[in-house]
């Protein structure tokens, strides 16, 4: 009986280069001797791996909101009927919780296929293949760097060389449960994997031009420059980001003039690095999902904005401007306003707050001076530099400009900061296994402390 590799819902065909679209593909199963015995099945799986990150499992929205959620002290409430949100707002998250749970598998579903994309390489035509290698290893890394932040003690904790990671699957898997019966590796050695995978893949990618929907070189570098902020090594950071800054600003993206007019848009802004494509007929965005309210699409208006967050900005600060009130007199955030609108996932200015926060701390002016890097960000939201920059500054800067864009948990543990009174290293500031993961494993798959 011959075996189903995946469904590629939607698929979108690649051209031979540059990832031009050709036309979509009925939602069919196809197996895997065909997929993985040409140039064009590879390329089509290498579609449906995007299609599983841009889920709303994923990149499409939830994995934002987690940690705007667990990073909320008391600047954000969730408002909505759903439990098991509202769970992960509170750190009070059943090891059952579905949301949890299908991010887990959504995000080994996407490994799993890039790891057959990386497997079957020789089928793919010469003039392609580092292309495609490269974005494989893009989407292989992300994923792990994503679960690794959520689902394991932070690298800045200080044990990541004995701590609990999460299992790092490197082959093909022909099961639907691409975890199980795996046991976890270390933080530091998922931390290892994912340095290699975006280190590799920014080094085939580079001589990609841009494009909208696909993984480029500065990309890569700019999730790598994240990495490298996440193990405090400021070095790494500060280099990647000029990398990716540089890359970036060769291949035509710039800062937008207009702050408000880097969301709610069906197509990239001037800025957008790499953003999840969202429309009618295709694409996820749980934060419109969540954060919105009926009149533009949204639910209820799940997530409100409190005052300890709103009272942050000058008065002068045009972001602020940005957020509306509904009819209940309640805040929400206009980054997500509108329906079927794409999802920023990197963009340039994060990378010049990168660059200034570790040139900064490290003393150096790499690429430009921590003053020169937050001026026009700052000039943008009508703001004047101060003559004297403080690190307190820069980060309430980067806070501001990134703020519930998904940054949150993870910039508050690198800080080691707490929120509602859970230390950045508290066992609630992690996500459970999913407990389905952890009975099939029968004792391999470890679970969480504290759950």
């Known amino acids: 009986m011959k075996k189903n590799i995946i469904i590629l819902s939607a698929a979108i065909l690649m051209a031979g280069s540059c990832g031009k679209k050709l036309e979509i593909l009925p939602t069919q199963s196809i197996e895997e001797e065909v997929v993985l015995s040409t140039d064009q099945g590879v390329k089509n799986l290498l579609n449906g791996a995007y299609d599983m990150v841009s889920s709303s499992s994923v990149y499409g929205g939830d994995l934002f909101l987690y940690s705007e959620l667990m990073a909320s002290d008391g600047e954000l409430r969730w408002e909505g009927t759903f439990n098991q949100p509202r769970e992960i707002w509170r750190k009070d998250i059943l090891t059952t919780n579905a949301y949890v749970r299908d991010s887990w598998l959504d995000a080994y579903e996407a490994i799993n296929a890039a790891n057959n994309i990386l497997g079957a390489l020789d089928v793919v035509n010469e003039d392609d293949r580092d292309r495609v290698k490269g974005e494989a290893l893009f989407i292989r890394g992300s994923m792990f760097f994503e679960l690794v932040k959520f689902f394991a003690q932070p690298y800045a904790a200080g044990n990541a060389g004995s701590a609990p990671g999460i299992p790092l699957v490197l082959e093909p898997t ?46 890569a570098a700019a999730q790598l420059s994240r990495v490298y902020l996440q193990m405090e090594n400021y070095q790494g950071a500060r280099d990647q980001a000029n990398t ?35 429309s009618a007929n295709d694409g996820a965005n749980d934060m419109h999902l969540f954060w919105s309210i009926p009149e533009f699409g949204g639910r209820d208006g799940d997530v409100a904005i409190l005052a300890k967050h709103l009272n942050l900005y000058d008065e002068d600060d045009n972001r602020f401007n940005l957020f509306y009130e509904d009819d209940a007199e309640t805040i929400r955030s206009g980054k997500w306003k509108l329906q079927y609108r794409n999802l920023p996932n990197i963009r340039l200015s994060e990378l010049y707050l990168t660059r200034a926060e570790a040139n900064f701390r490290l003393g150096t002016s790499v690429g430009a001076t921590p003053v020169a890097d937050i001026t026009p960000i700052r000039a943008r939201a009508g703001l004047t530099t101060p003559g004297t920059l403080t690190l307190d500054l820069i980060l309430k800067e980067r806070k501001l400009e990134l703020a519930h864009e998904g940054h949150g948990l993870h910039d508050l543990k690198r800080l080691k900061r707490s929120a509602d009174g859970f230390a950045f290293n508290d066992p609630k500031m992690v996500l459970p296994i999913p407990q389905r993961e952890v009975d099939a494993a029968k004792g391999i798959l470890v679970q969480n402390e504290g759950y």
């Not at 933080?187 to 494009?211: R, W």
């Open 244 to 278: 990716a800054i540089n890359l970036a600003e060769d291949m035509g993206f710039g800062l937008a003039g207009n702050y408000a007019t880097l969301f709610n848009n069906s197509s990239n802004s001037p800025e957008d690095i790499f953003a999840i494509q969202v």
């Open 174 to 219: 022909r099961t639907d449960n691409v975890s199980t019966g795996r046991p976890r590796n270390t933080v530091q050695e998922v931390y290892t994997q994912v340095i290699a995978d975006l280190t590799e893949s920014q080094s085939l990618l580079t001589p990609v031009g841009y494009n909208d929907e696909y993984a480029n070189a500065a990309a």
